[in-house]
Nanobody, 125 residues
Framework: VQLQASGGGLVQAGGSLRLSCAAS????????MGWFRQAPGKEREFVAA????????RYAFSLKGRFTVSRDSAENTIYLQMNSLRPEDTAVYYC???????????????????WGRGTLVTVSS
């Protein structure tokens, strides 16, 4: 599985961005696709997850309502729509694929098997 994240950039507080994660390779519908982020000087944290079939989503509690994860089956792409962005959302955002445990450990980065290169999101105040 190969993953490529894109869509990061500089945005003012209150603005929106949509990140994309293009996936290729053999992907099963039960794979869980996750978004994580890592801010400068902080540990990587879970943002959102969706199964490849697109039927189930999970969110970090603090982000639910502002962030939405979705999947475009035709484009083999996972999206992260981020609204009402805040300076504290500034981070490198990563997409990842979990292939073995379903949603059992969806928020734990150690359980993800494949990672894309991150895309930087900077939110100015």
């Amino acid at each position: 599985v190969q993953l490529q994240a894109s869509g990061g950039g500089l945005v003012q507080a209150g603005g929106s961005l949509r990140l994309s994660c293009a996936a290729s390779g053999r992907i099963n519908s039960n794979y869980v696709m996750g978004w994580f982020r890592q801010a400068p000087g902080k540990e990587r944290e879970f943002v959102a997850a969706i199964n490849w079939g697109g039927s189930t989503t999970r969110y970090a509690f603090s982000l639910k309502g502002r962030f939405t994860v979705s999947r475009d089956s035709a484009e083999n792409t996972i999206y992260l729509q981020m609204n009402s962005l805040r300076p504290e959302d500034t981070a490198v955002y990563y997409c990842a694929a979990e292939t073995r445990s379903g949603f059992s450990y969806y928020s734990v980065d150690e359980y993800y098997d494949y990672w894309g290169r991150g895309t930087l999101v900077t939110v100015s105040s």
